[in-house]
């Protein structure tokens, strides 16, 4: 069993910058997938973003250079670093882990999450 709590949300303008924290607790992500997802009113949940549990990233192409993910695993902590935020980033943000090193985009495929941190960017 895997806890996940998010922090670091906020409002904030357009072009401003936040960085997400997913501070999981229960077990080790270092051999966990971590995945970030939003989810804006009336939508469905969406993939941002995800790293393995090697190293490696990958991101939907709306946000690609502009947010980006990293690990601490002795903090057992996953951060996403978004810069360069656009009203249409207002979501709210959730973690999740998925065992293994395979990159999923799909919700399903991921089997523990947070309860959420809401991001509003004015424009």
């Known amino acids: 069993q895997v806890q996940l709590v998010e922090s670091g949300g906020g409002l904030v303008q357009a072009g401003d910058s936040l960085r997400l924290s997913c501070v999981a607790s229960?077990?080790?992500?270092?051999?966990?997938?971590i995945g970030w997802f939003r989810q804006a009113p009336g939508e469905e949940r969406d993939f941002v973003g995800g790293?393995?549990?090697?190293?490696?990233?990958a991101y939907v192409d709306s946000v690609k250079g502009r947010f980006t993910i990293s690990r601490d695993n002795a903090k057992n902590t996953v951060y996403l670093h978004m810069n360069s935020l656009k009203a249409e980033d207002s979501a709210v943000y959730y973690c999740?882990?998925?065992?293994?090193?395979?990159?999923?985009?799909?919700?399903?495929?991921?089997?523990?999450w947070g309860q959420g941190t809401q991001v509003t960017v004015s424009s």
């Open positions: 999740a882990v998925r065992p293994g090193n395979s990159l999923n985009y799909s919700p399903n495929s991921y089997d523990y």
């Open positions: 790293i393995s549990w090697t190293g490696r990233t």
């Open positions: 229960g077990s080790t992500i270092s051999r966990y997938t």
